[in-house]
């Protein structure tokens, strides 16, 4: 693997206290590739607008068997990165995307969830900002998105303080 592509990150993808970002393990090869050397990658392109987070919890889709439609793990985010593919899977020197920038997220010894949380309707999950203390209470993959009235989002508007978020939360 080629450290010296991998850019270290400033501090404005850092996380809020205890926030879990929930991301889609593509393939079962990523699977085995997070449980083995602990980091996963995402898209720059495809990224959302906000990846810091403390902790990464990984949603299965169809292709998990048993697991699939699930979330049943997570782990604490160590270090972010930015590096082309080609630096991060060398292996696959000729893929269309290998010259593409992604964000690498290190991650810490994978933990359990004491219960899974299953997705019950077929949904299009990509990544879902949510807490710590929401995603161990989730029964059901739609209990993690927040769910926050209109005045919630005006007041939260005016904490941050940006005119273009008071618009946001005031047209909502």
């Known amino acids: 693997m080629l450290w010296d592509d991998l850019e270290p990150l400033d501090e404005r993808v850092g996380p809020a206290p205890s926030s879990v970002l929930v991301a889609v393990v593509p393939s079962l090869k990523d699977w085995e590739r997070i449980q083995r050397e602990r980091w996963y990658r995402i898209p720059l392109k495809r990224a959302p607008r906000q990846i810091g987070a403390e902790y990464l919890a990984f949603y299965h889709p169809g292709c998990f068997g048993d697991l699939r439609w699930s979330i049943r793990s997570y782990a604490a985010i160590q270090r972010y ?45 990509t990544f879902i900002h949510t807490d710590l203390e929401t995603l161990f209470r989730a029964q059901e993959i ?24 008071i618009y946001q939360a005031s047209a909502a």
């Open 81 to 125: 990165s930015l590096a082309p593919r080609r630096a991060l899977l060398p292996e696959e020197g000729d893929h269309p995307r290998a010259g593409d920038l992604y964000y690498r997220l290190d991650l810490g010894p994978l933990q359990t969830l004491p219960h899974p949380v299953y997705s019950r309707r077929l949904r299009r999950v």
């Open 142 to 165: 739609c209990e993690l998105w927040a769910h926050e009235d209109a005045r919630a989002r005006l007041y939260r508007g005016l904490q941050i303080g940006s005119p273009s978020a």
